[in-house]
DNA sequence: AACATGACCGTGTTGCAGCG
DNA sequence: CGCTGCAACACGGTCATGTT
């Protein structure tokens, strides 16, 4: 394999990496974030006898080498990502060295922009972290994408029935509706509609389907599905209120409409069948389309709180403008 | 000898059952 | 109800074997 090194044991090769052949000793190995060309970034493990190689060779450059080629790797699929890693006969060799690396090497100097390209993938898939960059980490969790809402999937149902006090399934019991969740285990009189609508979204390079959950729903139709749910069968004089709703045009019409969506990725999304992610809050846009629910007064609605607040007054039924951190802990503490 | 591939083994993690 | 121990599984790491 030749590449060039981006990091040598999490340091930057622009900044000169230091060595520190003790602790390369008892750790047996040296990790470097290699990349081929301008394909992926790979970890590259070098062991041992190919660790102590490479740090003397890397040492003996007047400058700081950048090309590396090492013979012999074993490839490894590492958390998803491609891994090589050293073996016994592995040789190391660098900018000058051998052929290859000489030609990559020229080959690198007249393609500037990708020697100094800075990988994402490199800059977040760091060893170590401080406590602080984990908890910044954590609390970017949820990601933001920007997509246009080009359908509401439909033969499955928009809306479940939750439990009036911990928004978890409920499930039919001979008289009453029983809530699943162990820990509130509340017997209900009669539920609370709840959104799980899946909606099929694009952007400019893919498309994907978003899970909408109770608040999210909520943020993108203005009412919460109770209301939905409860003038449906009002209009239809609570005939076959056992039955389920249908989708409601207050959903259908945000078919077309482009949102900024805060969406969350869990071990769910991640385990590969399920290419559906779980949006958990939607922010207007500066320049929302037209939408066609009619109450909604979008001039000013550029920011998360106008677009809260908004939500709030045709809610009413709950203070739902509670900072985000508050509703995060109650849903995880509902959700376990 | 160097290389390529994959099998195997050990370890860590997680889920479940049984017991206090 | 909670804790502990066990088993199953997944993953990382090493090693063996076949090929060039």
Redesign the pocket.
């Known amino acids: 394999v030749v590449g060039h090194m981006k990091l040598v044991n999490g340091q930057s090769i622009h900044e000169a990496p230091v060595l520190d052949e003790v602790e390369i000793a008892k750790a047996r190995r040296v990790l470097i974030h290699v990349q081929s060309h301008d394909g992926p970034v790979m970890k590259l493990?070098l062991?041992d006898q190919a660790a102590r190689e490479f740090c003397k060779k890397f040492k003996s450059y007047e400058g700081t080498p950048t090309v590396l080629l090492v013979?012999?790797v074993?490839?490894?699929t590492?958390?998803g990502t491609l891994a090589l890693?050293s073996?016994s006969?592995s040789?190391v060799f660098m900018d000058y060295d051998v052929q290859p690396t000489i030609d990559y090497f020229s080959w690198l100097g007249s393609n500037p922009d990708i020697a100094e390209q800075v990988n994402a993938e490199v800059v977040t898939k760091r060893e170590t972290m401080t406590i602080g960059e984990i908890f910044s980490y954590i609390e970017q969790e949820s990601a933001k994408c920007t997509a246009t809402i080009d359908d509401v999937v439909h033969g499955s149902s928009w809306y479940y029935i939750a439990c009036s006090g911990c928004h978890s399934k409920v499930s039919k019991g001979p008289t009453s509706l029983l809530c699943t969740n162990k820990k509130c285990g509340k017997v209900n009189v009669s539920g609370v509609p709840q959104y799980l609508s899946k909606i099929s979204v694009y952007d400019n390079s893919d498309q994907a389907v978003f899970v909408l959950l109770g608040d999210a729903g909520r943020e993108l139709t203005g009412k919460p599905a109770s209301e939905l749910v409860r003038s449906y069968f009002e209009a239809n004089g609570n005939e076959g209120v056992n039955l389920e709703a249908p989708i409601p045009e207050a959903l259908i019409s945000t078919i077309g409409q482009k949102h900024k969506f805060c969406v969350k990725v869990t071990e769910h999304n991640l385990s590969g069948k399920t290419r559906s992610l779980t949006v958990t809050k939607i922010l207007s846009l500066d320049t929302p389309p037209a939408t066609a629910s009619s109450e909604d007064n979008h001039t000013t609605a550029t920011s998360e709180e106008t677009s809260q607040n908004r939500v709030d007054s045709a809610d009413g039924s709950k203070g739902a403008c509670c900072s985000s951190e508050l509703e995060r802990a109650k849903r995880r503490k509902c959700g376990n």
């Open positions: 493990y062991w013979t012999t074993n490839t490894k590492l958390g890693t073996m006969s040789r």
